[in-house]
């Protein structure tokens, strides 16, 4: 890119939404909403709020950044309107990141703030009716490397591809895989056995900042989304057209 580009950072896929704005690659400001899942109300005045402190207007941004999904139907649907929207008013270009990928990135904070650095890691969302949403990752010189794409598992099955086997009788192996998300918050017992760790709470969260993070790098390769073809990844159909099916 020749220019720095005014982005938005859209952040709706979970239970507590952000969005951030950008100029380039230099993050200006983040709000989170006050009100877990009132994204539809919370996020119109948030981007206002930020474009006004900046004195910035919402026809200036020239790129949207949305977490894509998976994760909530509804929130998934609220940055996609927004991001085909703002390129219909401006013509803004659109990066579509993983959600999974931008809770994955909240990992890279963490030998910051715990002084330990973490090999694998694995990202966990609730998908409803026993299911999560999940995606495996090892740390490869500071990035994280996608080794189990976004996929469908029951805990159950989680834990028997990546439970440590050997530490049940007694030989533990040098790398644990440390969990990380929002599937955590009610679901965390399931997935404790050996050789599963979990990462702080405040690690589980997407956040926006994380969305400008990712979405900024793919924007200098070049990879941004078709905004006729852009939809949220779902991995499965909303409960409605399942039931319908």
């Known amino acids: ?10 952040e709706t896929s979970g239970r507590t939404g952000s969005v951030a704005i950008a100029d380039g690659q230099q993050m200006l400001a983040e709000a ?6 009132k994204h539809s109300a ?21 790129h949207v950044y949305i977490s894509v999904g998976p994760g909530s139907f509804t929130g998934l649907r609220i940055a996609v309107t927004i991001a085909k929207t703002m390129h219909l008013a401006n013509a803004a ?8 990928d931008c809770i994955a ?14 090999k694998k890691i694995a990202t966990i969302l609730d998908a409803k009716r026993g299911q999560f949403f999940v995606a495996a990752y090892k740390n490869s010189d500071g990035q994280w490397i996608k080794t189990l ?14 439970a440590d086997t050997k530490s049940r009788k007694g030989c533990p192996t040098a790398e644990p895989i440390w969990l990380l998300g929002e599937g955590l918050v009610y679901y965390k017992h399931l997935f404790e056995a050996p050789g599963i760790e979990f990462l702080d709470s405040n690690f589980w969260c997407p956040r926006a900042a994380k969305v400008h993070l990712l979405g900024y790098k793919m924007a200098c390769e070049g990879q941004f989304a078709d905004p006729l073809t852009l ?10 057209k399942e039931k319908l099916g």
């Open 105 to 118: 990135a909240n990992a890279a904070d963490y030998p910051q703030t715990e002084g330990k650095e973490l």
């Open 149 to 162: 794409p976004d996929c469908l598992m029951t805990a159950l099955q989680f834990v028997y591809k990546f």
């Open 32 to 37: 989170v909403f006050p009100t877990p899942v």
């Open 42 to 62: 919370e996020v119109f005045p948030a981007v206002c709020g930020l474009l006004g402190r900046f004195n910035r207007r919402p026809d200036q941004i020239q």
């Open 93 to 100: 270009k659109i990066v579509a990141v993983y959600t999974s």
């Open 1 to 10: 890119m020749t220019q720095k580009p005014l982005i938005l950072a859209v």
């Open 231 to 240: 939809k949220p990844v779902y991995l499965r159909r909303p409960d409605a």
